[in-house]
């Protein structure tokens, strides 16, 4: 294990890294929450500033992710198989997804994806199809070039929601998916049929990570390493019946087609086609260099003060001051894991029982 590896094991890093991460969020959540003022003088100058607070805040992280992959120059719409990292570390300055309104109230993720206009949605489509509609139609004037990203399996994937799922297949005469879970096409057809005219493509995004590995923020956090493969095809939205019921039936074999390259890539260990890593983009380091300066060097002057001062109490305030900072970093991290997933598919698995 080589020295950087090492360090990046520590908790004292992780702290550390953990500190940059949130107060540098909380700063940036801030100078977003002043730029409302904006918003009635103009409207684009907003929206052009908060993207740029946006990236600051999410591309610090992306530095630390490697790909290998067959990347677009360009995109309007993609059907993601991912985590959202990956709109940061190729696609451009800006994403755009359609949310769980749970995540509006956690801090540094869902207050600035309140500001980047995202979409909040319950998951109960009767009453989320105005919500979402409304949503995409104000996008239609974003001064900035963005990504509309659709994770169109609505939560992530486990064998019950799995099994679940392809009892839905089932039932309404659809092909079995190995790989995937039934996507849920009323969003996909809706934000195609909203985008219609205002974009270009669909893109269909397949991501997988070397060794079987499963991503977190946290690990992301803690400065582990992930490396990965991802595969994209680019579908002109011409292509893409408008009729409701073709456009689902056109998602249904789009994702056919992903899970055979899926069973292609676990035989073989590569997507097809030409295959190339891109180059790091030094933005991403600079930003979070620039972040650890400015909050790390007033930190330790104050911790060599606190120790400095011989006080006891002074002392035990401060480490349990690190104490509840580590487990608040703990926990806000924490509603991205797995267990804190959507519970779609293990309430039809209830019913069934």
Not at 42 to 71: D, G, M, V
Not at 210 to 216: D, L, W
Request: aromatic share 14%; with cysteine.
């Amino acid at each position: 294990m080589g020295g950087l590896a090492y360090l990046k094991t520590q908790f004292v890093v992780h702290l550390l890294i953990g500190f940059v991460f949130v107060v540098s969020g909380l700063i940036i959540n801030f100078i977003q929450l002043c730029t409302l003022i904006l918003w009635p003088v103009s409207k684009q100058l907003y929206r052009r500033l908060n993207c740029r607070l946006a990236y600051s805040l999410w591309s610090r992280e992306c530095h630390q992710l490697p790909f290998t992959s067959a990347t677009p120059h360009e995109m309007d719409v993609a059907v993601v198989a991912g985590p959202w990292v990956l709109s940061q570390r190729f696609l451009s300055t800006l994403s755009k997804v359609l949310a769980k309104r749970e995540l509006l109230y956690v801090p540094l993720i869902g207050w600035t994806w309140y500001f980047l206009e995202i979409v909040f949605c319950k998951r109960k489509w009767e009453e989320d199809r105005d919500t979402v509609i409304q949503g995409l139609q104000r996008l239609a004037d974003y001064p900035e070039y963005m990504w509309f990203l659709l994770y169109c399996e609505g939560t992530r994937f486990t064998e019950k929601k799995h099994r679940v799922s392809m009892e839905v297949a089932a039932s309404k005469g659809l092909p079995a998916l190995k790989y995937h879970l039934l996507p849920r096409t009323k969003g996909f057809t809706t934000a195609v049929q909203c985008l219609r005219g205002t974009v270009a493509a669909v893109y269909d995004v397949t991501l997988n990570f070397r060794g079987n590995k499963n991503p977190s923020l946290l690990g992301i956090l803690y400065g582990k390493k992930y490396e990965a493969d991802m595969c994209v095809r680019r579908f002109p939205l011409e292509e893409i019946p408008q009729d409701e019921k073709e456009a689902a039936q056109w998602l249904h074999k789009l994702y056919q087609e992903k899970d055979a390259l899926q069973e292609m890539y676990n035989q073989e260990g590569v997507f097809p086609g030409e295959q190339f890593k891109p180059a790091r983009r030094p933005w991403t380091l600079l930003n979070f260099l620039f972040w650890a300066t400015v909050l790390l060097s007033p930190l330790f002057s104050c911790v060599l003060g606190v120790f400095a001062s011989g006080s006891p109490l002074l002392i035990l305030t401060f480490l349990g001051l690190v104490g509840a900072a580590s487990f608040g970093v703990r926990r806000l991290i924490g509603v991205t894991e797995i267990e804190k997933g959507s519970s779609y598919g293990n309430q039809e698995f209830k019913k069934k029982e």
